[in-house]
C-alpha cells in the first residue's frame, strides 16, 4: 500500500495539519503531524466542554469499533510549555488512505490553554521513534509504526510548502516532488528524536563553516532553532536587528532584506531563502525571525521554517533522513 495526504499550513506556517479519520463512522479531525514527539492524540468527547469550544472531537462511544485500553494513560507535556493528558482507546485510524485497523487513539482528557485556543487542530500525530511515547504504564506504537508492515517500504517523505498546501506521502519517494539527488544523513534515534549531525553551516553568500551540529528534524516546531553563536553570526548580517527580551528572541525592521542560510547535510548544500526567515510581523514595524537561539531548549531543531524548503525522506528502516531541494 501507499499513501497521499494533504498538508495544510495555519497562519504564517505555525503549524501544518493534515485530515485524520478515527473511528467507525469515522471523523475526520485536522491533526498537526509532529516527527518531533510520538503520541497520536485527539480532541475528545472526555473534555469540559469549555476546552471543546472551536474543536471538533472523538466521542470513543460513538464509535463502533472503538475498545478502551484499560489501564493505559498518557501525559505529555510539550517543550514550549504546552501539554495534554488522557485515556487510550483502540480504534482505526486512516491516513492518506492507509487504515490502521487496532491503533491506539489516545484521548484527551484534559488539554492546556494553547491547544484550546488553537483551533487549527484537533489534536497531533507522533511521527518521532516509540521510546518516546508516554502511554503508561505501556508504550503504544506511533501509527506510522503500525502502517510500516503494509508499505512496499518503511518510508514517509515531507513536502511542506511556504504559504501553500504541501503533502505528505507514505511508502513511497515520489520523484517529481524534488529536483537533483537526495542526500542522506544517519539518524541516532537513542533520544527518539529523527536526530543527526548536520555538517555546517553559511550566512547569506559568506563562507561555509564546517562544523557538526546536532539537530532534530521536527515537524512539530514552527522555526529553526540553532546555537547562539550561529544565530548572533546570521543576525549580525541583518541590519536593526536585536535579541528582545520582550518579543522573545531576534527582531529586525520588517523591510530589512535577510540573508539566506545554508545548512549542510553531508556535502550537499540545504539553502533556505532568506524570505523563509522573516517569520511573522512583530510590533510596530519589526518582524520576528524564522531562526532563533536554541538557548534554553536543550537541543537545535530544524523546524519548519527549515523544512518548508526541502523535500524530506524519513526512513524509519535503518533509520536515516534524506535531504533533495524541494
Ligand atoms: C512544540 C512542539 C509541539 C507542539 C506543537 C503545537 C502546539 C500548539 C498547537 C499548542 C501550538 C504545541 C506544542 C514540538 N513538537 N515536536 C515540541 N514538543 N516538545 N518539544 N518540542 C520542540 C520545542 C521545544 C522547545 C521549544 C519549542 C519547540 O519552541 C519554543 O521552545
Known amino acids: 500500500a ?21 473511528g467507525t463512522p469515522g471523523v475526520t479531525l485536522p491533526l498537526d503531524f ?36 484499560s489501564g493505559e494513560t498518557w501525559d505529555i507535556s510539550y517543550g514550549d ?10 480504534d482505526k485510524v486512516t491516513i492518506g488512505g492507509i487504515t490502521v485497523t487496532s491503533q491506539a487513539v489516545e484521548a484527551a482528557e484534559s488539554v492546556s490553554s494553547e491547544f484550546v485556543s488553537d ?3 484537533d489534536g497531533l500525530v507522533g ?20 502502517a510500516e508492515a503494509q508499505l512496499a517500504s518503511p518510508v514517509f517523505t515531507a513536502n511542506l510548502k511556504k504559504g501553500k498546501a504541501g503533502n505528505y506521502n507514505f511508502g513511497y519517494i515520489d520523484s517529481s516532488e524534488y529536483t537533483g539527488s537526495i542526500t542522506y544523513a ?31 528534524a521536527d515537524t512539530g516546531t514552527t522555526l529553526i532553532y540553532l546555537p547562539a553563536a550561529i544565530v548572533k553570526a546570521y543576525y549580525a548580517k541583518v541590519s536593526g ?21 545554508t545548512i549542510g547535510i553531508g556535502s550537499y548544500k540545504a539553502v533556505v531563502p532568506g524570505t523563509f526567515l522573516n517569520y511573522a510581523p512583530n510590533t510596530g514595524s519589526t518582524c520576528f525571525g524564522g531562526l532563533q537561539s536554541n538557548a534554553g531548549i536543550g ?4 523546524g519548519d521554517v527549515f523544512l518548508k524548503s526541502q523535500f524530506v525522506v524519513f526512513n524509519q528502516g535503518v533509520p536515516k533522513i534524506g535531504f533533495a531541494p524541494g
Open 127 to 146: 511521527f518521532a521513534f516509540d521510546s518516546i511515547n508516554t502511554a503508561s504504564p505501556n508504550h503504544v506504537q506511533t501509527w506510522f509504526g503500525n
Open 34 to 69: 509532529d516527527t518531533g514527539s510520538s503520541d497520536l492524540w485527539v480532541f475528545s468527547s472526555e473534555l469540559p466542554a469549555s476546552e471543546r469550544s472551536g474543536h471538533a472531537y472523538y466521542t470513543s462511544s460513538s464509535s463502533s469499533t472503538s475498545k478502551l485500553d
Open 119 to 121: 483551533t487549527s487542530n
Open 186 to 216: 544517519t539518524i541516532n534515534s537513542a533520544n527518539g528524536f529523527w536526530e543527526f549531525s548536520a555538517s555546517g553551516y553559511a550566512v547569506g553568500s559568506g563562507a561555509f563553516s564546517s562544523q557538526s551540529i546536532d539537530v532534530i
Open 299 to 302: 537541543l537545535s531543531i530544524l
Open 81 to 90: 510549555g504546552s501539554g495534554a493528558e488522557g485515556n487510550i482507546y483502540i
Open 241 to 261: 536587528s536585536s535579541n528582545s527580551a520582550s518579543a522573545g528572541g531576534y527582531i529586525f525592521p520588517c523591510s530589512a532584506t535577510l540573508p539566506s542560510l
Open 2 to 22: 501507499q499513501g497521499s495526504v494533504t498538508a495544510s499550513p495555519s497562519q504564517y506556517d505555525g503549524e501544518y495539519d493534515c485530515p485524520v479519520t478515527v
